[in-house]
């Protein structure tokens, strides 16, 4: 039919389906696309006779996932239609002079005969319009690697629900009459049955079977010899219309279908005898020359090999690592999720149930609630998984086989450091290096050598200056405060000291930084960061915004700043190293030094590649002495269990979740998975008067005392072992909503009462709903600030505080200082105080002055709001679950986005979109981008052009983040969509249907 002829390939996205190779990701084959251009100039060549061309954009690289129909952008049987095109091709074709004669013959032979089962079925996504295209079989079979989907897949993958049901209800009644009509005959063989299926070996070698088989058809069809293409697939179509939709939506049938089949791969994958695709561990050769491009690494360290070409690695066993701090331990944790993903074609995701690697600081599975989830998500996935691997690192372990036990786990361990850390202690004005085989534990190292004057000893008695001016400014130092008041004191104390010359280094970058800081605030900018940056010093503390520890982190690692005091979070939170670290005091706060907190500060100074050596400095007065020598000299702290400590956000969360998700529903299950946890294995150490079994049991009886689980007995089985748990409508909605089982009665008792007289003329009533309640016994009220803000509130709002029992006198005389008689509950106190906040903060959208109005750090005001942020989503989830709150779901939806950005109303939708924050955002709306829409169809070159500071990398990642986000509200409301369009189930027809039926 290349004579002339139309050419019809169906084309449809399988790029879930089939993965590109690793070279395709890596790299374009020259080849390949050599030979899409010759395909794409076939297409062109087929359609140039066409009145109605309908033009796309050719996109082979990045293929979006389609949702679209076999008919792509044509959807009726109107003139401009696609059944309209392919009528106006089948006409052409049949009016040239050489296939006059035999042109209905050639159609039905094409279209209809079942011999052509050898046709293939090429797939790939063009633009937005899918393309129906059946070659003849000499063209498909020289294009057999087009196609990518194996040969046992689904012909009808890409058809819609209804056409699947369609194509098997005509199977059925083909079967139970003995044969299909012959318009049904005739549409379905125009199918193959599998797609790129090779044409048999006995079709090959006897072509005249394929003759008489297209000359029976012929015969067969003369009856249908007027009916063009059109008339087939508008007969089709009315049949699919008239088809019944499944219960489910396309959209889900597809997903699932999906899923299944990347399991299928995942698993023919594993058991291959070789995931080998590279030299680089594994790994393709691009990969190694990536990291030597981004980030400089050439070559491993010998630990990093020996760890990665370890037995139990290679096996896919479970492994815990533990070393010093700055050891590369990242690097192998990266290497590892690689393999996965490239090797295996396994997702990696973290602390999830679903992962294939679970990379975590082991370390911190002691750390009050932190460590309870932690040690919940990984028992849950040793519970349910068999083929998940666990991968631990560490830097502080002490009892470790109680670890590998829990997680039956290898272990690695060394004590490998790229640079060498020299510990000092610093007592008066002496330095002494700390030395395991001295008598003592140290010995003398030096005399401190500084002129200081009278005054400046007064301001600096512990010598701080004299320590950092030995390294600043050509090298970094950090200095570990106890407060986060005493970080900003020190680091005003230290620029006090420094001479005018610490000004001039990195002048111009300092500056940078500053103007910075005032963009991303506002104008604003810390009085104690104006005085301290031109110096190269800042402070780093929970009291700074995110967006200003971001740039002050930047700034600390490009050189621009030398000079940090911080507190001990960032030790454990921050990846920023120095040449030199100074402990200010062995307390955090007002308790002792730990032994892992000591390791972990430390543990930053030294920086591989830069530094050839790394030092600590602990400053201790003489009555810490003692103390201090046994906290340098003593063994790491022993990890333990907090999954029973941490009551209602651990074990009893634990159990509602494993009744809710169907992990364990009795007894026995439960307990059984108990035992496996790392309590149950600490269970002889932890326990002393209850033991395990008995722990279960009462936290059973609770949750089922507070109403969030049912017990079921079986029926003849009086053991209680057996007993069966369900999870009740508050217990579901606890769990969907994830709140914290001591406040899930209060959050309802709450909700209930605020339905009573629920106050919307302003947000201050949802608010309060919304104000975290573990954030309210934190809290301490400023009482002449809070006088203060009650009285700028309307009457309408102070009623608010009425009615969840907070009076006018009851805060005026807090004010005053007077005798208060009457008992009110101090939590929903301090909650309205922060609902006040939350209030006035969404009113102004700017954190610095609402900062100043109630005189709390920006920080805490931003932490604030990111917190009532996330309680109000969880509000959202438990309301939905529980259909007597129907009224606040609308409401709680719009308060959590205004909540979770907290900006003017225009600037939202914008900051949706990866990397844009306020900042961001304003530029881009007053650059005229003031929608999602115009996000995504922005180009990278202008928007750098337009837009202060933006690079290419940002513009790019802006703009495809849009397109996503675009896509997938597409999908929901095609999703929506196909839900309203869907027959109910229990329609009055369809239920006498199938009642006549029975």
Aim: glycine share 4%.
């Amino acid at each position: 039919m290349d004579e002339g002829g139309s050419r019809i390939r169906r084309r449809v996205s399988v790029r879930k389906r089939n993965r590109p190779s690793l070279d395709s990701v890596f790299a374009a084959s020259p080849a390949t696309e050599l030979k899409h251009s010759d395909e794409e100039k076939d297409d062109e060549e087929m359609v140039a006779g066409s009145r109605r061309r309908k033009t796309v954009d050719v996109q082979p690289v990045e293929i979006i996932d389609s949702e679209e129909d076999m008919f792509g952008d044509y959807d009726s049987f109107a003139e401009n239609s696609f059944l309209a095109q392919v009528d106006d091709l089948e006409q052409k074709y049949l009016q040239l002079p050489e296939h006059r004669n035999h042109a209905t013959d050639h159609a039905n032979e094409d279209l209809c005969s079942e011999s052509d089962k050898h046709n293939t079925l090429n797939v790939t996504v063009v633009g937005d319009c899918t393309e129906l295209n059946i070659g003849d079989h000499t063209k498909n079979q020289s294009r057999h690697e087009d196609v990518s989907i194996e040969p046992e897949a689904d012909i009808l993958y890409d058809v819609p629900s209804s056409q699947v049901l369609f194509f098997e209800n005509l199977h059925n009644s083909s079967s139970d009459l003995g044969g299909p009509s012959t318009e049904e005959k005739d549409w379905n063989s125009s199918f193959p049955k599998t797609v790129n299926e090779e044409l048999p070996v006995n079709s090959r070698e006897q072509p005249q079977q394929t003759v008489e088989s297209s000359s029976k058809i012929r015969t067969s069809s003369d009856a249908n010899r007027g009916k063009s293409l059109k008339d087939h697939l508008k007969s089709t179509m009315t049949g699919n219309a008239k088809a019944q939709t499944p219960i489910f939506s396309r959209t889900k049938q597809l997903k699932e279908t999906l899923l299944s089949e990347e399991i299928n791969v995942a698993k023919k994958t594993i058991e291959s005898s070789s995931d080998d695709l590279g030299p680089f561990y594994s790994l393709p050769s691009k990969v190694r020359d990536l990291y030597v491009q981004f980030k400089g690494i050439e070559k491993l360290y010998e630990w990093q090999h020996t760890c990665l070409t370890l037995k139990s690695v290679q096996e896919r066993k479970n492994l815990i690592y533990s070393l010093p701090t700055s050891g590369g331990k990242t690097l192998v944790a990266e290497i590892l999720m690689l393999q996965e993903l490239l090797c295996r074609r396994r997702d990696v995701l973290m602390i999830l149930p679903y992962v294939a690697i679970v990379q975590e600081k082991l370390h911190m599975i002691g750390e009050g609630t932190r460590g309870a989830i932690l040690e919940m998500t990984l028992a849950k996935i040793l519970y349910t998984s068999k083929t998940t691997q666990i991968i631990g690192m560490s830097a502080t372990l002490n009892n470790v086989e109680d670890l590998q036990k829990f997680l039956q786990a290898e272990y690695y361990t060394s004590q490998f450091r790229p640079v060498e850390l020299k510990e000092y202690l610093k007592i008066n004005d002496t330095i002494y290096e700390v030395n395991s085989r001295a008598e003592n534990g140290m010995t003398f190292s030096r005399l401190l050598n500084y002129k200081y004057s009278d005054t400046l000893k007064k301001m600096d008695p512990d010598h701080l200056v004299a320590l950092v001016t030995e390294v600043i400014p050509s090298y970094s130092c950090l200095v570990f405060c106890p407060t986060k008041k005493n970080c900003e004191n020190v680091a005003e104390m230290i620029c006090k000291s420094l001479s005018k010359e610490y000004l001039k280094h990195k002048e111009k970058e300092k500056q940078e930084v500053i103007q910075n800081l005032k963009n991303v605030s506002g104008g604003n900018l810390c009085r104690v960061l104006r005085h301290t940056i031109p110096f190269g010093v800042a402070y780093h503390h929970s009291g700074l915004t995110s967006d200003e520890r971001k740039l002050l982190e930047e700034a600390y690692s490009t050189g621009v700043l030398c000079l940090f005091t911080c507190t001990s979070t960032l030790a454990a939170g921050v990846n920023l190293p120095a040449r030199r670290v100074i402990l200010r005091a062995p307390y955090v706060a007002k308790e002792f030094l730990k032994r892992n907190q000591y390791k972990q500060m430390i543990g930053r100074a030294g920086r591989a590649g830069i530094d050839s050596v790394g030092e600590s400095i602990l400053i201790l007065q003489e009555k810490d002495k003692q103390q201090v020598l046994q906290l340098i000299s003593k063994p790491l702290e022993n990890c333990y269990s907090h999954l029973v400590q941490e009551f209602t956000k651990g074990i009893q969360t634990l159990f509602l979740s494993l009744i809710g998700l169907k992990i364990a529903t009795n007894l026995d299950d439960i307990y059984r998975f108990m035992s496996g946890t790392f309590f149950g294995v600490q269970q002889k150490v932890l326990l002393k008067e209850k033991s395990l079994w008995e722990i279960t049991m009462e936290s059973l009886r609770y949750l089922t005392e507070k109403g969030l689980l049912q017990k079921d007995t079986m029926c003849g089985s009086k053991e209680e072992f057996q007993n069966n748990f369900h999870i009740t409508k508050l217990g579901r909605a606890s769990f969907k909503g994830t709140i914290d089982l001591a406040y899930c009665d209060i959050l309802y008792r709450d909700l209930k009462k605020g339905l009573e007289g629920l106050m919307l003329e302003s947000l201050l009533h949802l608010i309060y709903l919304t104000t975290p309640y573990d954030m309210a016994s934190q809290c301490d009220p400023d009482w002449m600030i809070y006088f203060r803000q009650f009285n700028q509130l309307s009457p309408a709002e102070q009623n608010v505080a009425a009615l969840v029992g907070v009076s006018e006198n009851f805060i005026g005389k807090k004010a005053s200082g007077q005798a208060i008689r009457k008992k009110v509950d101090k939590n929903i106190v301090n909650r309205l105080y922060l609902s006040f906040i939350l209030y006035t903060l969404l009113k102004e959208t700017n954190i610095w002055s609402v900062s100043e109005k109630f005189n709390m750090p920006r920080g805490y005001i931003q932490s604030l709001l990111s917190a009532a942020a996330a309680f109000s989503s969880c509000v959202l989830h438990f309301c939905e679950e529980l259909e007597e709150f129907w009224v606040y779901r609308a409401l709680l939806g719009e308060l959590t986005k205004k909540l979770t950005y907290c900006v003017k109303a225009e600037l939202i939708p914008l900051m949706e979109v990866t990397g844009v924050l306020e900042g961001r955002a304003r530029q881009l709306y007053n650059a005229g981008y003031k929608s999602l829409t115009h996000l995504a169809n922005a180009n990278p070159e202008v928007l750098i052009r337009t837009i202060d500071h933006l690079s290419r990398r940002q513009a790019k990642q802006i703009v495809s983040s849009a397109k996503m986000l675009l896509h997938e509200k597409a999908e929901a409301l095609q999703e929506e969509v196909e839900e309203l369009l869907r027959l109910p189930s229990d329609f009055p027809g369809l239920v006498a249907s199938s009642t006549e039926k029975a």
